[in-house]
């Protein structure tokens, strides 16, 4: 990099009051990579539920966040981009993609991040910048809740709750190609996108006979945290497992899952990990996982993504850094 270019803007979230935040550009000089890092020209970012959540996650005991907030925290996680300065095995010009660590704050709403070798990968090749800054956390979170914690199984019924998310629409796909029987939740306007993809069942969002019927799953994946363990007990096989993105929704179903056969996981995927991206790129490669984009917008209209949108998107909320 010259150095004309050592000053980069970023997107940055202060906390207001407990529960309200504002959201404005900044410039911050460029990160210098550390041993093991690369630092890459961000070309695609997404917008995630938990950027929106950043200042709670206090809740959940890590408060270094706030220690911080004074200065603001830069928000992202997920991206693809361009390695600018080359490691020790991704050199300068590789298109990569990854997701950064969560536990650590956001980095990636940023014209430049710096990012350990171990949580990238190049990014699939017949995919642009936009459609692969989707992929990370979406599917890493799947492969872990669906083939790691369930261990899904070809023939298995499986229930899905926040379907057409940025997560649901990559788990969606992950159980179909895992050979799963797949009912999934979500909005009305989405059904033929997700019978398209491999839902064999669509539940519309706002109704709740899900609870009063007497259907019964191997897998509940309550993407959207819904629901806890105790009120979709009955919808589980006598060895079923119920999986939540929200553990602290439902800190009981962790705890009584101890003592029966049904169990309740806590699923939480941090960062990225290289060889795991490295299997979901063959994948897409592969043309076996379809590449899931819901809007897309330059970084300058950052600030307006922030506010409640059109519930209408399926996908991830795509910012392009030109």
């Known amino acids: 990099m010259s150095s004309h270019q050592q000053i980069m803007t970023v997107l940055v979230l202060y906390p207001e009051h407990e529960y309200e935040q504002r959201i404005a550009f900044e410039e ?25 959540e950043l200042f709670a996650v206090e809740e959940l005991g890590w408060r270094s966040k706030r220690r911080r907030a004074a200065r603001g925290v830069i928000t992202g996680y997920e991206f693809s ?42 990014k699939p090749v017949k995919l642009s910048h936009v459609q692969a800054a989707t992929i990370p956390v979406g599917c890493m979170t799947s492969i872990q809740a669906l083939q790691n914690l369930a261990g899904l199984k070809k023939r ?50 706002t109704r709740e006979e899900i609870l009063h019927s007497e259907e019964v799953f191997d897998v509940i994946f309550d993407v959207a945290g819904i629901w806890t363990l105790e009120n979709m007990y009955s919808h589980l096989t006598s060895k079923g497992v119920y999986i939540t993105t929200h553990p602290e929704r439902d800190p ?18 941090s960062q990225g990990k290289s060889d795991v991206l490295e299997n979901i790129t063959a994948l897409f490669d592969a043309e076996m996982l379809e590449p899931i984009v819901g809007s897309v917008s330059p970084f300058a209209e950052a600030l307006n993504e922030f506010a409640p949108k059109d519930v209408k998107i399926a996908g991830r909320r795509v910012l392009t850094i030109d």
Not at 28 to 52: H, Q, S
Not at 95 to 121: L, P, R
């Open 252 to 269: 009981l179903g962790i705890v009584s899952s101890f003592f029966t056969a049904k169990k309740s996981k806590y699923l939480y995927v």
């Open 81 to 122: 981009g361009t390695v600018v300065t080359s490691g020790e095995r991704f050199k300068e010009g590789d298109d990569v993609y990854g997701y950064t660590n969560f536990c650590k704050g956001g980095v990636t709403h940023a014209e430049f991040v710096c990012v350990s070798e171990h949580m990238i990968s190049y």
């Open 156 to 205: 298995q019924r499986i229930l899905l709750s926040g379907a057409t998310g940025g997560v649901g629409m990559y788990a969606v796909q992950y159980a179909k190609l895992l050979g799963a029987q797949i009912t999934a939740q979500g909005r009305s306007w989405h059904e033929h996108d997700l019978l398209r993809l491999g839902v064999e069942s669509f539940i519309e969002y």
């Open 28 to 52: 911050r000089p460029v990160p210098v990579p550390e041993r093991g890092e690369v630092l890459v020209r961000v070309r695609a970012t997404t917008i995630g539920g938990r950027d929106k």
